[in-house]
């Protein structure tokens, strides 16, 4: 759905985005990591349109980007900094977007009045930064986009609007096969609500996975012997971390989970405990296996 191909752009003689690729399936949840100045709003201003790449091609649903009303009025875009006409009070921005939409659903802002719970003959610029934020993914979700991109979306909204806001989405992405992506420093906040995660850093995507493949594909064990740790046997493994704790030997390790276990209880180890991974754990380590310094890249 949303395609890019070795997309570069400089500022200056300073590169920000760097033969970047990235690609996200229609009817997905796509999170955009990285830390700041790596470029994650940089892409995002390609993806909207706001910006002409140097080089590379960025399209959405096979189409470039680029000076395509079309596309701009299929997607809706969320961003930290938000912008409404400083006089609109809600309804009369919801009027607006009826007029400039023509998938406007007044039947859904109506219903979805239960869920804001906002006075919308309220000015928007004087609302809550919080309340606004609420207003814009009313609005939005109202628009019945195609496409939403969300940057730093859920900053400044409640833990319980947050979770209302994404259940909203999400509901979308499977009964109406939006598509997103959702820019974030924090991957615990992303964990939930992707299917997708890509980490950008020095203006290049890093690693780009599928979550579902990633959390059984790598594991960490726990496992003790009787006596010393015999030989041999973690040469045949993929280890990615080992540490020593008295006698526990903490491992984590690529692979299918049951031939580890098959080849670990060929030495008849007195403890052999599977043990739940965050995904901020699965990139450490497969950051730190390809030689990143984890710590810049993940926050
Ligand atoms: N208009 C511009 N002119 C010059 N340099 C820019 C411009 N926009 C971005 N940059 C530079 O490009 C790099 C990437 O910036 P960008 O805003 O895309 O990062 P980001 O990942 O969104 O960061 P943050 O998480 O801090 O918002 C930074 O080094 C920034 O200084």
Redesign the pocket.
């Known amino acids: 759905m949303i395609e890019v191909n070795q997309l570069s752009k400089s ?2 003689t ?1 590169k ?1 985005l760097d033969e970047l690729n990235i690609h996200v399936k229609e009817a997905s949840v796509y999170g955009l990591l ?10 995002i201003k390609h993806l909207i349109g706001i910006y002409r790449q140097d080089s590379g091609t960025v399209t959405i649903g096979g189409e470039p980007v680029y000076e395509n009303p079309k596309i701009k009025s299929s997607m809706v875009y969320i961003s930290d900094d938000l912008y409404f006409f400083s006089q609109y009070s809600i309804e009369e921005a919801a009027r607006f977007y009826r007029d400039l939409y023509p998938t406007w659903n007044q039947e859904r802002y109506i219903a979805l009045k239960q869920v804001f719970p906002i006075d919308v003959k309220k000015r928007i610029t004087k609302l809550s930064k919080g309340m606004q934020k609420q207003v814009a993914f009313w609005l939005g979700i109202c628009i019945m986009p195609k496409v939403m991109i969300l940057d ?1 979306p859920v900053d400044g909204l409640d833990p319980v609007m947050r979770k209302k806001v994404w259940n909203l989405m999400l509901q979308d992405v499977v009964e109406r096969q939006t598509t997103i992506l959702v ?1 974030s ?1 924090n991957l615990r906040e992303l964990e939930d609500v992707c299917d997708h995660v890509g980490i ?1 850093h020095h ?1 290049k995507i890093v690693v780009e996975r599928e979550l579902d493949n990633m959390k059984s594909d790598i594991h960490k064990l726990q496992v003790a012997f009787s006596g010393e740790v015999p030989n041999g046997f973690l040469e045949e493994l993929q280890v990615l971390h080992r540490s020593e704790s008295g006698s526990i030997l903490l491992l984590i390790v690529k692979g299918d989970k049951e031939q580890l276990l098959s080849i670990i209880k060929k030495e008849n180890p007195v403890i052999l405990d599977v043990l739940p991974l965050t995904l901020e754990e699965i990139f450490i380590y497969e950051l730190g296996g390809m030689g990143y310094d984890i710590q810049n890249i993940l926050i």
């Open positions: 500022f200056g300073f920000a990285g830390p700041n100045g790596a470029g994650k709003t940089t892409l730093e820019s420093h950008l203006g």
